[in-house]
Structures are given as C-alpha cells and as structure tokens.
C-alpha cells in the first residue's frame, strides 16, 4: 500500500475561504476539506474572507516552510473569474483569475484579483521543492460565475484592461518572472471544480448550503476500509467516484483533473492501471465496459472485472471475467449470461475496474536470446496486447536480440528499424527487473500503435477535416513552416508550435497527444476533456501563457531510456476531436513513463460524417443490436508527423 505522503516529510496544507458576491459555502467548505486532510495526516492553516495580501502572504509562508519531501495542498472556496478581450484582430489570451475577499477595492492601478500567471509562478515555486504538490480549486472560471443558483454573476469586460496592466506592471518590476503555465507544471496535481468556459454550484446539502466538489470530495475520501483506515486510492479513481456523486447532486457540473492523476492521493507512489477501464452494470443498461474503439477495444477482447477500488489486477479479487461482443466509439457491450449478471449485480451502484487479460489483434514480438528466450516468451505469452511471432515473420512488430553485454530492443516502423531500448545483461542470463521493463515497453508501444492505426483510419471523416492542424518549429519568437515540403525534420532542442482551427460552423472538443518511441502522452493536460475551439477559432499549443501572443514554442527532447544510436525517430501529433464533452477524459489513452512522442499512415473512407457505420462493421458478429442501445458519440482524429533527429 502506497504511503500518503512522501518517506516522512511534513504534510501542510493551506485552506483560502473568499465567500464574496452572495457565497455562503465557503466557511463550510473550509471546515470538510480540514476534516478530510487531517485524517491524511495534514496540518492545516485556515484563511477565511482571504484577501489578496493574506493569500501571496501565506503561499510565501508555505513556500519557505517547505522541503523535499514534504506533501502540500492548496485548496481555494470561492469565485473565480474569466475575462477575454474581444473585437479585436489580434485579441490576447483569456485570463483567469481568483477573487479575494478585498477584490472590490479594485482600482485601475491597483488589481485585487490573483491572475493564472502569477498563481502558477507560487506553485512552481512550491513543486520547485517538493514534487508531491495538490492544488484543489473549487470556483469557476467562467465568465458568468454562476456558483449560486438563480444568481448569475459577471465581471465587466473592461476588467481585461485593468487585469492586462497588472500584469505588465507586475512584469516591468520584476515581481513576475515571465515563466510558465500550471498546465507545463508537470509536478502538479490540480482539481477544479468546472472546465475554463462552465460553471461551479454551491447549493443545499440538508440544511448546510455547501460547494458541490467540496462534498463529493468528502463522501469520497472519507470512505473507510475493512479495517477502518481511509481508503487509499489513485486520483483516478476518486475522480471518477467524485463525478458519479455530482451526477446525482448537480449533473450540470464536470469537475476536471490536471496532472498525474494515477498517482495515489497526496503521495507520489503511482497506481499499475495498464490500461484498466471502468466498467458498470444496472438493470436498464446491463453490463458495459466503458472503452470503445477510441481505447482499442475490439469484438472478442476479455477482461477481467474487480472492485473499484483496485489498483492493480490480483486474481484473488477477480468478480468475473468478460468478453467484448460490441464496440461503440467510447463505449462496448459485453457477452451476457446468468451467471455474469448473477455476479456483477452484487456490485450494481458502485465502481468496478476491468483490467485487459487477452486482446484480439496481439502484436508479434521475435524474441532472439537463446536459452534467454523462454523466459521472456512465457511473459509475452501472458500479455494482453502482445503474442510471439512466427519463426518466419521477416517483419515483427518488435525484436529482442542479444548485443554487445546488452539486450537491445528494436521496433519496425515506417519500413526501419528503431532502437528503442537496451538493457545490461551478464552471460545469458536476463534477470526479472529487466523482464518486466521489456515487456511493460513492449505493450506501451502495442498500444500506441493501436492508437495511430485508428486515428489513420479515421482521419479522412468530416469531423476530423473540421479541425486544421499545422505543427512547425519557432524561430525568435516567430512561427517557421519553411522548408517542409519533404516534410518537418526536427533536431532534438529545437521548439515546435502546434496550432489547431476550428475550420466548421460548430464548436468542437479537442485533445492533443504526442507519440513517440512505443509512448503516448496527453500535452493538453490542463482540459483532459477536451480544450473547446469556437467555429473559427485558433489555439497555439506553445504560445507563451504570458499574454503578449509571444510565441515560445514546446521544446522537443530526445526521448528518456532512448539510445542514440539510431540517427533518428518518427514523431507524431494526434489531435481527437469530439462534437461534446466525453464523461470522461482521454488520460487512459497515456502509456509509458511520460516522455513521448510517435506515427504512421494508412486509411479507410468513410463517406458519413459519423462513425456509427464503422462502428456497427466493428460489431457485426454481435446477437444483438447495438447501435441502438448506445449512448450516440462521434469523434475523429487528426495526425502529423515528423522526423526527429539527435545531436
């Protein structure tokens, strides 16, 4: 079991009160959230009707009080705000910003607000020291604030000027130092109570009038075990349970999660979820895994169903094993008979997991290290994503060949060979460690491979041609798409941008992921939802989060436990683009440690400007009929590659 905090370190936690505009939840929330730290184990600092100074004041304090391995939350309760600068040809970036108590002692040279730049420089600050760092924001950032019902609030459009002035002063002084985002915090774990453009409640809870997060939060992380201790889950899994309770008490809120979510709460040990996915079953509904073709789910894949709770498969937990009949976008329905619903039913109403235990379309993998062979076989046997290759296969998925004192693992793709791992071997022995790291890479690249086989396959449907994609490098502040028409070569410490358009006449969802090496990772980890573009609208993924539209550009590394020994690798950008917002988010698509990159082509037409099509060919040995029983979700996905090459 992880530890909640990190090998003996201090766990403070600072809890900001700011019950302006009719709020009346915030001293409340204050009182749960101090309730539900200190059963981690936290001492918490309280600051009720926080005022610009008392916040700053007490982030320094937290700030010099900190070390490495201490654990620390920042939680706010109470308004945020959203402004835009709008009717203009180069109109800058929204700005988000917190609302103190004091905040309307506000003046034109005087801003009583914390803007997003200046919270995200004290939390760098924070991670600076300790990587184990929590922000939790219950408040909105959306312009019309609703918190309270039938109490819409707005702040006046021509605060952007005043809170675009703070900023450059702030700048000018030197009080702000130009740096990043939370959103590239990659030490940081953030929870927010709504996505940037939606709104956050308080209502009433019995006779408590209280924030929607902040009680799910605490029906969640106050569970008890079978031994009486707090349970001890991934981020993951208390966010899904937290936004089941919000359906049920305010269905118009979709709390969000940033960062790592598959680490343990307030720890940096992390949860082996390899691909794990929720699964649900009512009497209306029946049993449904909910991973569809997005996640690489196909007809005939099995998993195994445990508990909730459960953060890594053990048999002795199983509740049932199931098997795909049909697959929807992000949803699929599973072979039914007595003695699976007579199992699962037990569970009707709370959370089950269902780890992957054998996949249709296993990807072969040679294995040529002699005596060493049989070893890593009976694993790859074992694997849900990967099967041995034919002694006659000249083109494997992947090799792993003996080199010099070495054990080197190579993937085929795009016509070459890649070396993408080695590993110290003593004779001909290869010891369990390595093992395992070969084969947690190998099902890493399976999965990332699946991934750009469906985006190929979809890319070509209208929703995928709404969004334009354009990804160069950045030269002295300025976008640089010369020199592509062989297509973009990238050298390793070189800055790219990706810029996306919605190109349709209706909002549209995306999310942004980067392949490389066998590994995906989710760039747009602030939204992993989805990050909303308006009919015309721009986004830059590397623009400076300063204001000024300065173009800063994502800085590319050579992927981690990557040898240099190949001249080059193939990078990709995939974009998934949805209609809606997905009850979920897109992290389980993740593999590897998190330093990724990747790609490949190929595609099938699709006429309809949907996917249901492709889906019920998916499904078609199905008995029964899926296509109108499922909840109705379209996505489609765009894809560049790149070439990148070391120094």
Known sequence: MPEAASNGGHKRALLIGCPVA?????????????????????????????????????????????????????????????????GEINAKRPVQFLIPYDFSDTTEGDFRGITDVELSQYLRRITDKTENVTLILDCCHAARMARLKATVKKIDPQVYAVVFSHIQKMLRDGTLNGGGHHERNPRLLTIAASAQTESAYEQAFG????????????????????????????????????????????????????????????SLDKASLNAALPFSYTPKDGPVLEGGRLHGVVAGDTYAVLPGLDERFDLRRQITEITVDAVGPVKSRVIKDSDLISRVEKHAGSDMRAFPRKKIGRLPVAVQLGEASEQLNGRIDGSPFLC??????????????????????????????????????????????????????????????????LARQVEPIALSQQVGVQVGRVRCGQPDTSGQEGGLVVTEGDRIFIKLCNNGRSPVLVTIFEICAGSVMMLTSATPSGRELRPNEEYIFGELDMIFGTLEGSEVDWPERVPKKCPRLFENIVVVVTPNRLDMDLRCLETGPG?????????????????????????????????????????????VSFELNHN
């Not at 070390?67 to 709008?86: I, K, M, P, R």
């Not at 060919?617 to 379209?634: A, L, M, N």
């Open 595 to 639: 330093a990724a990159k990747g790609a490949d082509r190929g595609a099938q037409e699709l006429d309809a400007p949907s996917l249901s099509d492709f889906i019920d060919t998916v499904g078609s040995s199905s008995t029964r009929d899926f296509k109108t029983r499922q909840t109705y979700v379209e996505f489609g996905m765009r894809v």
């Open 388 to 453: 041995k290759a034919e002694d006659n296969d000249p083109s494997p998925f992947a090799t792993i060949a003996r080199g010099d004192s070495e054990v080197e693992l190579w993937s085929q793709e795009t016509g070459e060979s890649s070396l993408l791992g080695c590993w110290q071997a003593t004779g001909e022995h290869v010891d369990a460690r390595c093992v395992s790291e070969i084969i947690d890479r190998l099902e890493s690249m399976a999965r990332s491979r699946h991934l750009l086989s």
């Open 207 to 266: 006779e408590e009038q209280r924030s929607v997060l902040t009680e799910a939060l605490e029906r969640v992380m106050l569970r008890r075990d079978a031994s009486g201790n707090p349970s001890i889950s991934c981020w993951r899994s208390v966010m899904r349970s937290v936004r089941d309770r919000i359906k049920a008490t305010c269905p118009q809120q979709f709390p969000q999660i940033e960062g790592d979510d598959t680490r343990f709460t307030f």
């Open 22 to 86: 009719g709020l009346r939840a915030p001293a409340q929330d204050l009182e749960t959230m101090r309730t539900i730290l200190e059963v981690y184990g936290f001492s918490c600092e309280t600051v009720q009707n926080a005022t610009r100074a008392d916040i700053l004041n007490h982030l320094e304090d937290i700030i010099e009080a900190t070390n490495a391995s201490d654990a620390v939350v920042v939680y706010f309760s109470g308004h945020g705000g959203l402004v835009e600068q709008t």
